[in-house]
């Protein structure tokens, strides 16, 4: 165990507890403290981070180490692709915060969303820099638990029959992550991430096991990143507030899942061997089903938070189907997605949330001609929306190009029509939302409707919108600069594989 | 020197039991400081004589067994102890407020609090087999009068039935106690394995199954449980606690002991680890859905007591060092975690004045800390991480996995998804609001409810705290492994 | 073995077996103590008549175990049956299971 | 041949009346019944070499247990005025036959057990008679109780103070006692019998407790026999129930406990093992302590009430 | 220079987006100033590597004509647009920029990634445009605009997956060389071909053309038919170097294919009756030329070079003049002498009358064709196309007459018209095309409107029954089947499990067998059990 500088990935965890405890403790009154608590976590801990990230290009290496028990340690350590999540989340994390400081204003429980909402980008931060699965686990069950009272807010009963389900799943996904781990463990012992995989040496006589424990563990990290057959509980979710479906799907809970199974291919068994026992297919497979039939499934939702859900449920998959196709395009394709999908997630529902707050409008048929009414949270939806079809320059563009180049480059031109299918898909169910709101009539009801947000809470709201908005935009547009998450994602998968 | 400590973890309790019986204020205080103050102090010392010295015995009056009763003191007795010394602690502290000194429930309440306590230490401490039945009548009949305290016509049928039942086993217990005796000269549970390698035939086996079904119903496994879920969920909150945290396991450390002890390595009679272990699965399947169809709080922590006893049972066939592991800290985890589920119960009881479900709606306004600790000790109990139930699960499984068991692993897997089920069922009756768009109502928590809430909180850290500082405790835990579960 | 032990150990085993049926059977509890202490008595028997008792000296340790558990069985007895009268109070029936809960 | 055939009485009347018991027609005749199998039984232990166990059956086993339960039933059943069920015919077939059949296996398990055991020599007992020198004593049972085993005969001290402890929680509000009011009728000759009897127990007590060294008696007996006289007394109205246990009373209740722990504890600074008795006066300390303390909580037992005093 | 072409407009959208185009809204035409002066002025380029995926921008020689075409058609209308547009002005001229903004884009992008966003872009604006009247008509057809612009995007993101894969982010000037001999090359060339030929409007991805362009605003439609639809060609152009074509390349094919669409459409358009529809299929009918064009470049690197100005005349040609027609309609051409006759220019350069330059291209575009070998059918049919397009030029004229309605000529139209006229002959001049023609080519231009005349003449004398027929010909047909489709009997839902009744059922069981667990005699025989399993066990 070491405290001092090398543990820097613990205190970014522990930040984020210990605000979380604060909040817990300080109760439901005192807003301001509470706000400044909120803020000051966000940023003391993005500043840990960028602190972090500078360090790590200049070569310095973190790591946290603390056995857990005997042969079995938590470990905590900094890589790049810890810091592409950390940044993101922490980036996000405090975003989100003001944009739920605006959004919760006047409403109940807040000390216990705050609190929770801390912890879930505790267990965030830890699963990005877990060391090793069983480090990795851990943080990641967390989430589920943090999770949960977040999915469940609103103490209504849909609230907690989306909160049983969600439950049921992961729990579940849980339970086979753990039983794959005990094997693995029993295999391998404690093996840490190892870049390219700690598994090859293991790979002859233990063919099956390893398949075993990958089929045990892709679907562990798959409920959670929603693929395919394991997806439901993801829409159920949405009766959750917005800053919390934000985060569910932007960055904590689908991306953890999304993470995890990065973290399978790459870091334990590496793409090589579970390209060698026929696993990156089957991952590829199932990541490519789902995102088709997340987008199949988005078109024939009418609630507009369901229909950004299931899209999540076919966004997600890339990261899953570019890291499954493997070689260095593809990869860089669903890595950099993690950002790309989070940032433009985010947008879509800091509005979807505006859209609620401000006029009540829930479903899509409410959209009509709400550009007129809200149109900066308007050109942020589109903005958003765009990124997800993946129209250039934004975000969305340079993952579906990356993907795409990468999967003829590994032999997997099918991959490429999977993208074109899902790519018009998704035009198919947002631009429709979008014709409606900039080309629809505003229905008289509507255009008489007083907007709910107004003032600071419209800073609050709009501000952060605005900000993710540009980012998912500037993501894009600016690939090519050093510093961007394409940037970032070329120099990791060039450098280390 | 050390041995020293163990008379006083036995006698200071015991002491402290007679004063309390005097009417002073002053000596019901003095008793239960010198009775239950002193253990952590004790088991501090008495922890690096262990670690120092490794097991050892001690002879009362002098007089060697097989005449005399010895004592022994391993690492298992010593989690047992340390467990006695801080739920039990943690619990009586809580116990202060209801049961003052000076008032006639304080009277009546902390004598059998504190024989209860000396009963537990000297059980875990006795190695001597009719010694054990005298505890185990002792631990039976000062635990029952603190189920009935609450005064509840549920509670006193539940104490009715408990009472019966543990006679039943205490003398299906004794019976076998006898046969053995018979067959092999010495009531000492260490001494009696040289004989009873020599000896074989029909009676020792009898005597071991007799003794098997004595424990069985005291240590409430399945079917034998039936006595104590109104049992554990009438009783009042401390006495819950310490119940289905400490009580119940006097029987499971007595099968321990019986069964990784004292019955050779060989003995035919070893197959009933089989048993244990179906009947273990069995508890640990029952009891979680039994739990889940529970409409009162207290009652669902109580199945789940009966659901995690499995897990106990469940370890037995295993023999493996990672097995031996994995019960210790279930021992210890559980303990924790159930004893602060059961205070923070007993909590929001007194909050809401109702633990069924259904009126549980908004603990989280109304008493945030005990709810938390709940949540908390529930985290545990399900065996996610962090917590020591998690670790606890993750050895369990390792060790099942180690000896090829997939049905074990199947089952293992499927009792922490139904502990998952009850636990976040209550979490969310607790998290209900009946009307959403209702305003917060700011009822302040009065500083007495806080000290109560924090005393389930201080145990819930603690199975929270398990989860990481396994590695010390696990090093000292594994000295004291059984022959035979130690090897590699 | 001699006879007498025989025929006092067949007596300890009977008694402990009508112990067990009166116990699981009986419906008011003050039988169900009865057959307790009857079982109490059987187990005993077989200690003291295993423990030489028939062929003397007679081993004192089983002897001192009964002394034991007979005032083990007293005070186990007096506290359920104080417990008995407290049910009776509390729910107006000193049965554990009223007919009509079946 | 003449020994055999009391022992096949005994043995025929002790399963007879076990029977009985539980088959009793009403819960009165089978609490008779059950005194009488203690009493049955005392004689088998006289016939086993027992004359320990044939005391305390006698004096505890038959007499205190039975008076407990006849107290009871008199108040939870005479009192109330409900009129005694029939003991076995309310449960259906379908419960009563398993727990017959598995009763009829336990007994045909147990009986072969016990008779297909080798009857070797105990080596605990064995030990216990070579040093039984050492003690003092020269009953043996006494050596065990308070030599060799004494921690066990502590903690059944501390099992009696649990009963009593427990009766107290359990101590229903609204039925006081078992005892007479004061407006107890007195029938003439009873006090004329008392002022006999009183003393005799009391007597006996004592003798009993200094004969436990070397004959058959000591504390348990002798508490036993002591508590009798009490219960006499409480029956005849001499003694009636207090509202709050006194000091004296409590001072007696734990003093069994405390002493034999204080005695056992009085050893460890001069380096000896705990329990280890200093000399004879110590058995007799203790056992006059224990003495008292099972006499007044069986009786306070018996009373059912906190404490006692002499009636006005 | 060139970020100006590309931001200006934006910033202006950006403008209009904040604010209702007020007294500034005279800046709006002239954000397409800097693309006349790229075309105009001598290249530069501008490396930007830290946009997007690294972005490279410049005019070259293929370009040019393009953005020429761009810079004055976007200018003219938007000027027109000006007064024009009383209704959604605000998103109208957003749309109108940010198409703007993309089309730029792709004529400048000498990369794979800029070249796409821009193309992507512009599609999407230009959903805007069409949808600009918000009608119902409006709306179907810009939803079958967006639907053939996505399906058109995504085959070419397809094709450019499959060129990434081995060149990255490609740099177009040099992909030619870079294609030859690829393994990719053959589907991508596919994939990038039906992609393109979607803006093309090529048979028989056509179906958007003649349903958007009619419902556009007449500014928005001028530019559609005039310019955009022309980024299919540049897409063909930039993606598909003769060197793509492989081995045997379906050139062949190709020209029938191309031929075929401008017999078609032109024929097809002599049936509809909106003078907007009639401009649009009149436009399908041009690019199956260009088409014909297009594939004879594919021969080789030395037919290339040889068409490439063709091609670029040509859409220079095309595309003022179709622009004007579309402004025309717009400003009631029949309702004086000197405005038919100003309607007239336009409409007989298309026919390909001599001396125009409509007349120049075809001369330009036949010698091209003879130049690259070409079978004298082709050559023919070339020519033929004259026939119906004067034709349905003639159509147009009736139809205008019956439909004017009284209007003001806007000086843009005026404008447009003569650029339509003298640009031609000064690009020609630039790229040493321009020559006035001989007698024998002069013929070749005036047999074909001559024969179309005697047509005419003879289709008036006979009275033959005008035939009209829907503008969205395939989507009519499809209607026509749905009832078919419908019939097909759908496959009936399962019945909801019935598991929460067995759960329910299992859950009260398990109460009561606890409940009876609960009494001694039942867990009292369980005991009993239990002790004899032991024992067996441990015993026997």
Same mark, same amino acid.
Request: aromatic share 10%; with cysteine; hydrophobic share 60%.
């Given at each position: ?74 470990? &905590? ?135 075993? $424990? ?71 497979? &199932? ?33 899953? &189907? ?92 099918? $991959? $490429?029509?999977? $993208? ?78 | ?56 015995? !001690? ?73 054990? !039945? ?27 039935? !408990? ?89 499971? !450390? ?123 000790? %529930? ?41 998952? %089920? ?67 | ?102 | ?37 203690? @009493? ?22 038959? #007499? ?62 064995? @030990? ?100 009798? #006289? #009490? ?15 006194? @000091? ?19 050893? @460890? ?44 | ?7 200006? *407009? ?426 006035? *023609? ?9 047999? *074909? ?42 496959? *009936? ?48």
């Amino acid at each position: 165990m070491n405290f001092g500088w090398q543990a820097l990935p613990l205190y970014v965890v522990l930040i984020s507890v210990v605000t979380a405890m604060l909040i817990f403790a300080l109760g439901e009154g005192r807003q301001h403290v509470r706000t400044t608590l909120n803020l000051g976590g966000a940023i003391l801990k993005l500043a840990l981070i960028m602190l972090m990230l500078l360090a790590i290009q200049s070569g310095a290496s973190f790591e946290f180490r603390m056995s857990l028990l005997p042969g079995l340690d938590l470990v &905590l350590h900094a890589d790049r692709l810890t810091m592409l999540f950390a940044t993101l989340s922490a980036m996000l994390w405090l975003i989100t915060t003001v944009y739920a400081i605006g959004y919760l204003e006047q409403s109940p429980n807040r000390a216990r969303f705050f609190g929770f909402f801390s912890l879930c980008v505790a267990a965030t931060m830890g699963v990005a820099s877990a060391g090793n699965l069983f480090t990795f686990f851990i943080f990641y069950e967390l989430l589920t638990l943090a999770t949960w009272p977040l999915v469940v807010h609103r103490g209504t009963p849909e609230a907690f029959a989306a909160g049983r389900l969600y439950l049921a799943y992961t729990l579940v996904g849980g339970v086979l992550v753990l039983i794959g781990l005990i094997w693995l463990h029993a295999l391998a012992g404690g093996s840490d991430f190892i870049v390219g995989g700690s598994l090859a040496p293991l790979a002859a006589g233990n063919e099956n096991a390893l398949r075993t $424990i990958f089929v045990l563990l892709m679907l562990g990290f798959g409920v959670k990143a929603a693929l395919l057959p394991l997806h439901s509980w993801l829409p159920r979710a949405m009766v959750a507030p917005a800053p919390v479906s934000a985060l569910l799907h932007a960055v904590a809970v689908v991306k953890a899942g999304a993470f995890g199974l990065v973290r399978l291919v790459q870091d334990v068994f590496g793409f090589d061997l579970a390209a060698s026992l026929g696993l990156a297919d089957v991952l590829a497979w &199932l990541a490519a089903a789902t995102v088709i039939y997340g987008s199949v499934l988005a078109l024939r939702q009418s609630d507009l938070k369901r229909r950004l859900a299931y899209s999540t449920v076919s966004q997600v998959s890339y990261i899953a &189907l570019g890291v499954a196709t493997g070689g260095m395009l593809a990869t860089v394709g669903g890595l950099v997605h993690l950002v790309h999908q989070g940032l433009t997630k985010i947008t879509l529902f800091f509005c979807a949330g505006n859209y609620a707050e401000g006029l009540g409008v829930h479903s899509i048929e409410e959209l009509d001609g709400l550009g007129q009414r809200m149109p900066v949270t308007s050109v942020c939806f589109t903005l958003g929306a765009f990124g997800m079809i993946g129209i250039p320059p934004l975000a969305g563009f340079v993952t579906k190009w990356y993907l795409g180049a990468g999967a003829v480059a590994a032999g997997a031109p099918w $991959i $490429i029509a999977v $993208i074109v299918a899902s790519t018009l898909l998704n035009a198919a169910y947002f631009l429709p939302l979008v014709h409606r709101l900039w080309f629809r009539p505003l229905p008289e009801a509507m255009a008489e409707r007083a907007l709910a947000i107004r003032g600071g809470r419209m800073q609050a709201l709009v501000g952060p919108t605005v900000v993710v908005a540009a980012m998912a935009l500037l993501a894009g547009l600016f690939a090519g600069t050093p510093g961007s998450p394409l940037f970032w994602v070329i120099r990791m998968v060039g450098g280390e594989s | 020197m050390p041995s020293e400590l163990l008379i006083g973890l036995i006698f200071l309790p015991l002491l402290g039991a007679c004063l309390t019986v005097l009417p002073w204020r002053w000596s019901t205080r003095l008793g239960v400081f010198a009775g239950l103050v002193s253990l952590p102090v004790l088991l501090v010392a008495l922890t690096l004589a262990v670690i120092r010295e490794g097991a050892w015995y !001690y002879s009362l009056g002098g007089w060697t067994a097989p005449l005399g009763i010895r004592l022994f003191v391993d690492p298992l007795a010593l989690l047992m102890l340390w467990m006695v010394a801080i739920i039990g602690g943690v619990a009586a502290a809580h116990a202060w407020h209801d049961f003052r000194p000076g008032t006639p429930e304080g009277a009546r309440f902390w004598p059998l609090w504190l024989l209860l306590t000396a009963a537990m230490n000297a059980l875990f401490l006795s190695a001597d087999l009719f010694n054990l !039945y005298v505890c185990l009548e002792l631990v039976t009949l000062a635990a029952i009068p603190l189920i009935a305290m609450a005064g509840t016509a549920t509670s006193i049928r539940a104490a009715m039935r !408990y009472l019966l039942l543990a006679l039943l086993a205490s003398l299906v217990y004794l019976l076998g106690v006898a046969l053995l005796y018979n067959a092999t000269g010495t009531l000492d549970l260490y001494l009696m394995t040289q004989t009873l390698a020599a000896s074989d035939g029909p009676a020792t086996s009898l005597a071991f199954a007799l003794i098997a079904v004595g424990l069985l119903l005291k240590g409430a496994v399945f079917p034998l449980h039936v006595w104590l879920p109104n049992a554990h969920a009438s009783a009042p909150g401390p006495v819950s606690a310490v119940l289905s945290a400490l009580v119940v396991k006097t029987a499971v !450390y007595l099968v321990y002991r019986l069964w990784l002890w004292t019955l050779p390595a060989e003995d035919p009679m070893q197959g009933a680890v089989e048993l244990f272990a179906v009947l273990g699965a069995a508890a640990l399947i029952y009891g979680g859905i039994l739990a889940l169809l529970q409409e009162r709080l207290k009652l669902v922590i109580a199945y789940s007591t009966v659901a995690q006893l499995g897990y106990l049972l469940l370890v037995l066939p295993l023999a493996s060092v990672t097995a031996w592991q994995a019960a210790s800290y279930q021992l210890l985890s559980h303990g924790l975690a159930k004893a602060a589920m059961f205070l923070a119960a007993a909590n929001i009881l007194h909050a809401v004045g109702s633990d069924r479900l259904a009126d549980l709606e908004r603990l989280d306004q109304r008493t945030p800390l005990s709810l938390f600790a709940l949540a908390l000790g %529930g985290v545990s109990i399900m065996g996610l991480p962090p917590s020591g139930g998690f670790l606890a699960k993750w050895l369990l499984l390792e060790a099942a996995w180690q000896e090829g068991r997939w049905l074990l692993l199947f089952v293992l897997v499927l009792g922490s998804l139904l502990a998952a %089920g009850y636990v976040f069922r209550i979490l969310a009756a607790a998290l209900r609001r009946a009307d959403p768009t209702e305003a917060e109502d700011a009822e302040g928590t009065s500083p007495i409810g806080r000290r109560q809430a924090g005393y389930a909180l201080l145990l819930a850290l603690l199975a929270l705290l398990a989860g990481f500082g396994a590695a010390p405790i696990l090093e000292v835990i594994d000295a004291g492994a059984p022959a035979g579960w130690s090897a590699p | 073995m001699s006879a007498t032990a025989t025929i006092y150990l067949l007596t300890a085993a009977a008694v402990f077996g009508i112990g067990v049926y009166g116990l699981l059977q009986a419906r008011q509890i003050l039988r169900q103590l009865l057959a307790i202490n009857l079982m109490g008595g059987a187990i005993f028997l077989l200690l003291i008549t295993l423990g030489g008792g028939a062929e003397g000296p007679p081993d004192p340790v089983p002897q001192a175990m009964v002394l034991t558990g007979i005032v083990i069985a007293v005070s186990a007895t007096a506290f359920a049956l104080a417990l008995l009268v407290k049910l009776q109070d509390a729910t107006g029936s000193s049965d554990l299971d009223p007919p009509d809960a079946e | 041949m003449i020994a055999l055939t009391i022992d096949a009485i005994i043995a025929i009347g002790i399963v007879w009346l076990a029977l009985q018991t539980v088959r009793g027609a009403n819960v009165f005749s089978a609490i008779i019944m059950f005194i009488v199998f203690g @009493l049955i039984m005392s004689l088998a232990w006289a016939r086993l070499h027992a004359p320990d166990l044939a005391l305390a059956e006698a004096a505890i086993g038959a #007499g205190i247990t039975g008076a407990l339960l006849l107290v009871t039933w008199r108040r939870v059943h005479v009192l109330e005025g409900r009129t005694p069920q029939v003991g076995m015919a309310a449960r259906s077939l379908w419960l009563t036959l398993p727990t017959a059949l598995a009763a009829a296996l336990l007994i045909a398990s147990l009986g072969w057990v016990a008779l297909t055991l080798p009857a070797e020599p105990a080596t605990a007992g064995e @030990l216990a008679w070579q040093r039984l020198p050492e003690m003092g004593v020269s009953n043996p049972v006494t050596g065990v109780l308070l030599g060799f085993r004494a921690y066990d005969t502590l903690l059944e001290m501390a099992v009696l103070l649990a009963a009593w402890l427990g009766a107290r929680v359990v101590a229903s509000e609204l039925r006081p006692g078992a005892l007479p009011g004061p407006a107890h009728e007195e029938v003439p000759l009873v006090g004329a019998l008392l002022s006999l009897v009183v003393p005799i127990s009391l007597l006996v007590a004592v003798y009993l407790l200094q004969a436990g060294g070397s004959a058959p008696g000591g504390a348990f007996q002798g508490g036993a026999v002591l508590a009798a #006289g #009490g219960v006499l007394l409480c029956l005849t109205g001499r003694l009636e129930s207090a509202d709050q246990t006194s @000091l004296i009373e409590r001072i007696v209740l734990i003093l069994g406990l405390a002493v034999f722990s204080s005695v056992g504890l009085m050893m @460890l600074p001069l380096g000896e093992p705990m329990l280890a008795m200093p000399g004879v006066w110590a058995i007799y300390l203790i056992e006059t302590a224990l003495l008292l303390s099972i006499a007044l909580t069986l009786v306070l037992l018996f009373a059912a009430a906190p404490g006692l005093r002499r009636s006005s | 220079m060139i970020l100006l072409a590309i931001i200006l *407009p934006l910033l202006l959208a950006a403008a209009c987006l904040l604010w209702t185009p007020g007294h500034w809204r005279a800046l709006l035409p002239a954000a397409s100033l800097p693309a006349v002066a790229l075309a105009l002025l001598p290249a530069e380029r501008s490396v930007l590597d830290w946009a997007l995926l690294g972005m490279t921008l410049g005019p070259d020689a293929s370009g040019r004509p393009f953005l020429l075409l761009l810079g004055v058609t976007w200018t003219a209308c938007a000027w027109f647009a000006l007064g024009y547009i009383q209704r959604h002005v605000r998103s109208f001229w957003v749309f109108w920029l940010l198409t703007l903004t993309g089309i730029n884009l792709v004529f400048l992008a000498q990369d794979t990634a800029a070249f796409y966003c821009g193309y992507a872009l512009m599609s999407l604006a230009g959903y805007g445009l069409v949808l600009h009247e918000r009608s119902g008509e409006a709306r179907r057809a810009g939803r079958v605009y967006l639907m053939l612009a996505l399906f058109g995007e995504a085959l070419i993101i397809t094709g450019l997956f499959l060129l990434a894969a081995r060149f990255g982010n490609a740099e177009l000037a040099t992909l030619g060389e870079r294609f030859a001999g690829a393994p990719e090359a053959d589907p991508a060339a596919a994939f990038l071909f039906a992609g393109f030929a979607v803006k093309m409007g090529t048979l028989p991805l056509h179906v958007w053309l003649p349903m958007a362009h009619p419902v556009a605003p007449v500014p928005a439609s001028a530019i559609l038919s005039g310019v955009i639809v022309k980024a299919g060609l540049f897409g063909w152009l930039r993606f598909l170097p003769p060197e793509a074509a492989g081995a045997a390349p379906p050139v062949l094919a190709l020209i029938v294919l191309g031929l075929a669409g401008a017999f078609y459409a032109a024929l097809f358009g002599l049936t509809q009756q909106r003078p907007k529809a009639i401009l649009a299929w009149s436009t399908v009918s041009q690019m199956g030329l260009l088409l014909t064009l297009f594939a004879a470049s594919l021969l080789g690197v030395v037919e290339r070079e040889l068409l490439l100005p063709v091609l670029g005349l040509w859409v220079l040609h095309h595309g003022l003049n179709k622009a004007a027609l579309f402004l025309a309609t717009g400003c009631a051409p029949t309702t004086s002498s000197w405005r038919i006759l100003l309607f007239a220019f336009p409409a007989l350069s298309l026919a390909g009358l001599p001396w125009t330059s409509g007349a120049l291209a075809k001369d330009a575009a036949k010698s091209g064709l003879d130049a690259a070998h070409m079978p004298e059918w082709v050559i023919t049919a070339f020519a033929l196309t004259s026939v119906t397009t004067t034709l349905l030029l003639w159509h147009l004229l009736v139809r205008l007459r019956q439909t004017d309605k009284p209007a003001a000529a806007h000086p843009a139209w005026i404008l447009l018209t003569v650029a339509g006229l003298l640009l031609p002959w000064f690009w020609a001049g630039t790229i040493g095309q321009a020559a006035f *023609p001989d007698m024998v080519k002069i013929w070749d231009g005036l047999w *074909p409107l001559l024969l179309a005349a005697t047509a005419i003449l003879i289709w008036q004398r006979a009275q033959i029954p005008g035939l009209s027929l829907p503008e969205d010909e395939m989507l009519a047909l499809g209607r026509r089947l749905r009832p078919v489709i419908e019939a097909i009997p759908k496959v *009936p839902k399962p019945a909801p499990p019935a598991a929460e009744h067995v759960s329910s059922a299992l859950m009260s069981v398990l109460r009561r067998v606890e409940g009876r667990l609960t009494q001694l005699p039942i867990v009292g025989p369980f005991a009993l059990a239990l002790l004899l399993t032991a024992w067996i066990i441990g015993a026997f």
